[in-house]
């Protein structure tokens, strides 16, 4: 039995070479819901539908998000027609007095759907319009889940890391703005002061998340701070952590980050932007996989490979370490 924590690309890539060494039935994925925004009434969940799009074998493998061969007209005609009225366009928070009302679900993280400043596919749409109404109709978001990876015939068991809302939020010196405004309106050009899980203190895990903890964790080379750190500040999962086996692949090669901004993330949490600074950023793990080309030591067990990620057989090589740290520390 294992358990993946999944946020951003780094994780859903070391999950094509999962079924390698772990069967399906005794996987379950615990995604992260920080990510999460309200968009233009629309709730989205980029890494639960990563993970859904993946599984049910539609996800677009260029970009690591959104349905593969997706059409854009509904985006496309929001643009145009937000340009012929003279509307702004770019992220446009609600009101503060709109960001915690109605949908509880989504506070802290509405945006309005004037010249969507995310690109949307139109397929993909459609299961936003299904999740959304969903929980409207009062199931949880681990309901709708459950049933959304159902239909994609997924067989692994995906859980969001909580039904309660937490939003990443990123405080830079251009204002505070939310990770998904910061990282796709702007590209992650500006400084980064800190980062604020907001709601995470008074949230609660989601049903089946603690208890799934209980098993082998590991935890892919994703961002540390915004696609894994939302699931370490939810009350009960750290304590979990440091009671299981934890595996942590390194997102770096020595100072050097595969893709997305974690190294500005990690300076502005205090940890080195490299692989020594996943000791800060994971105290609980028990072991570490690294590149072979990586000459950072640990005071707990290292395996190192090739930790570069284009394709299931890389995939499934990282799986191979991580399989037998299990071994070494277990």
Known sequence: MVTFLSGGTGTPKLLDGAGRAFSPEDTTIVANTGDDIELGGLFVCPDIDTVLFQGGGILDRETWWGIDGDTHRTNEALVDLANAAGLPTGPQYLPDSKQTAGRELA??????????????????????????SLIDQGQSLSEVTDRLAETFGLSIDILPM????????????????????????????????????????????????????????????????????????????????????????????GDDVFSGPADDLMRAVNAEPSTKGLATAYPFADAFITDTDDDTEFDRPTIQTDI??????????????VDAAIDLVS
């Open 308 to 321: 570069t990620i284009d394709g299931p057989d890389d995939a499934a090589r990282v799986i191979a370490a």
């Open 162 to 253: 909580s039904n309660d809302p937490v939003a990443s939020l990123v405080h830079t010196d251009d204002g505070t703005m939310h990770f998904q405004e910061y990282w796709v309106a702007h590209r992650g050009e500006p400084t980064v002061e800190t980062v604020e899980f907001r709601g995470s203190s008074t949230a609660e895990p989601a049903p089946g998340v603690l208890e799934a903890l209980e098993q082998t964790v590991v935890i892919g080379p994703s961002n540390p701070v915004t696609s894994i750190g939302p699931m370490l500040a939810l009350p009960g999962v750290a304590e979990a952590l440091s009671k299981t086996t934890v595996i942590a692949v390194s997102p770096f090669i």
């Open 107 to 132: 506070n802290w993280r509405r945006f309005s759907g004037i010249a969507e400043f995310m690109t949307i596919g139109d397929r993909d749409r459609a299961v936003h319009i299904t999740r959304t």
